[in-house]
């Protein structure tokens, strides 16, 4: 089992520039989340997929921010246009069911 | 008021000692609660889940208290590979995603 897979592992990007970031989930796991945590908010949810289907995505900050999940094994997160408040660690995780769910190595966005 | 709070710390303490974290939720209908570990520059990583009866795993103990929706961490005989920040995380109100405190850091000294 690779885990959650996600990259780039590190982005940086000058703003007005669009991002888009990869998830690979577990085999298995039908709940998809992307979060994004910062010293001063910590991890905040921005969408969860079920069944590939977006379920919640109030906590996109913004128009700016989308998310796809074209199939079960795999999840974009897109930001255009970037801006320096966008920077960052992005997560993804996946689970199953109601279980605590396994979360990718983040990818480290900056925006400058 | 946030979902979850926690006492952000951090927390100093000696190789072992006992520590415990708190944690309160404002959603009564959570049903789903969990302790997760994060270490610096890592991703967070679930530690235990938090059942209604408490549960102990190893040096670990969690408890849940419904009523007053607060919810511990008890570590014993503390380890220097404790040293990390605990997040309190409960399920929100669509069930699925979970909401996470913003963490209580520790570092265990020798």
């Known amino acids: 089992d690779a885990g959650v897979i996600q990259s780039p592992r590190h982005e940086v990007t000058e703003m007005g520039q669009e991002v888009t970031l990869r998830c690979k989930p577990i085999?298995?796991?039908?709940?998809l989340f992307w979060y994004r945590q910062t010293m001063m908010r910590g991890l905040e949810l921005l969408i969860y997929?079920?069944?590939?289907?977006?379920?919640?995505d109030s906590g996109m900050p913004e128009d700016r921010f989308s998310a796809k999940m074209p199939n079960a094994s795999f999840s974009t997160l897109k930001i255009q246009p970037s801006e320096p408040r966008d920077s960052a660690v992005y997560f993804c995780?996946?689970?199953?069911?109601?279980?605590?769910?396994?979360f990718g190595s983040g990818t480290r966005l900056t925006v400058v | 008021r946030k979902e979850v709070e926690q006492d952000p710390g951090p927390f100093n303490v000696p190789e072992g000692a006992t520590v415990a974290f708190n944690c309160t939720y404002s959603?009564?209908?959570?049903?789903?609660f969990f302790w997760y570990r994060q270490d610096c520059r890592k991703e967070p990583k679930l530690l235990m889940s938090?059942?209604?009866s408490g549960n102990e795993d190893g040096r670990f103990t969690a408890q849940l208290n419904r009523a007053s929706q607060y919810i511990s961490l008890l570590i014993r005989d503390s380890k220097l590979s404790d040293s990390a920040t605990y997040l309190c995380?409960?399920?929100?109100?669509?069930?699925?995603?979970?909401?996470f405190g913003k963490g209580t850091s520790l570092l265990v000294t020798p």
């Open positions: 938090v059942y209604s």
């Open positions: 085999s298995g796991h039908n709940s």
């Open positions: 997929f079920n069944n590939n289907v977006p379920i919640d």
């Open positions: 959603n009564s209908a959570s049903q789903s």
């Open positions: 995380v409960v399920n929100s109100n669509s069930g699925y995603a979970l909401n």
């Open positions: 995780a996946s689970g199953r069911d109601d279980y605590g769910y396994t």
